[in-house]
């Protein structure tokens, strides 16, 4: 069965370093799978923040691109995000899944496994 | 404000039924597969609908998909209590090479 589970400081200072990690079990992340953040702040809709593939490949919403790492640690079969200079409006539940691509097994072309999410407050 | 468009919310009464709209554009909805999420607050997130119109495994038929041009539509009949939850419809954006999410949809059961 596939897990997720986020982890990370639950509380951040304004202008500092939003860093949490997210372990997988069930699978590894070096399989033909993307490995995404999402978030959702206070009130508003789900947010994509960006994903990692094995090979090192990643992409970031272009608003956050300045701001945002994503990284996988294969030996410890996780992945991280690092979001910087984080301000009140970075306060949300953050999410991590796993994204099927269109050529991969499971559900291809969706967020098929998510962790329970965790709440990060910048103040 | 969202590339994919979704009304804010929908409600109708037990056992009628809802459909919630997501519109887009070419390099969106137009040209990739667009997939439909039901979110409960404080729960993780869960795949109603992949690839337009597929359902995953365990999900009712009660819950239907479709993609017509640049937009998209999540039905669902014989609503239940249960349905009362956010949805959201989701797709690659090809011109900026990011998935976007629409702004959801809060469906009521009357």
């Known amino acids: 069965q596939v897990q997720l589970q986020e982890s990370g400081p639950g509380l951040v200072k304004p202008s500092g370093t939003l860093s949490l990690t997210c372990a997988v079990s069930g699978v590894s992340v070096s399989s033909n799978n993307w490995w995404s953040w999402v978030r959702q702040a206070p009130g508003k809709g789900l947010e994509w923040i960006g994903e990692v593939y094995h090979s090192g490949s990643t992409n970031y919403k272009p608003s956050l691109r300045s701001r945002v790492t994503i990284s996988m640690d294969k030996s410890k079969n996780q992945f991280s995000l690092k979001l910087t200079s984080v301000t009140a409006t970075d306060t949300a539940v953050y999410y991590c899944?796993?994204?099927?691509?269109?050529?991969?097994?499971?559900?291809?072309?969706?967020?098929?496994?998510w962790g329970q999410g965790t709440l990060v407050t910048v103040s | 404000q969202s590339v994919l468009t979704q009304p804010p919310s929908v409600s109708a009464a037990p056992g009628q039924t809802v459909t919630i709209s997501c519109s887009g554009s070419k390099s969106n909805i137009g040209d990739n597969f667009v997939s439909w999420y039901q979110h409960l607050p404080g729960t993780a997130p869960k795949v109603l609908m992949y690839?337009?119109?597929k359902r995953p495994s365990g999900i009712p038929g009660r819950f239907s998909g479709s993609k017509s041009g640049t937009s998209a539509t999540l039905g669902i009949t014989g609503l239940q209590t249960g349905d009362e939850a956010d949805y959201y419809c989701g797709t690659w954006e090809s011109s900026l090479s990011a998935w976007v999410f629409g702004g959801g949809t809060k469906v009521t059961v009357l």
């Open positions: 899944a796993r994204y099927v691509p269109v050529n991969g097994l499971s559900y291809p072309s969706t967020f098929d496994y």
């Open positions: 690839q337009n119109n």
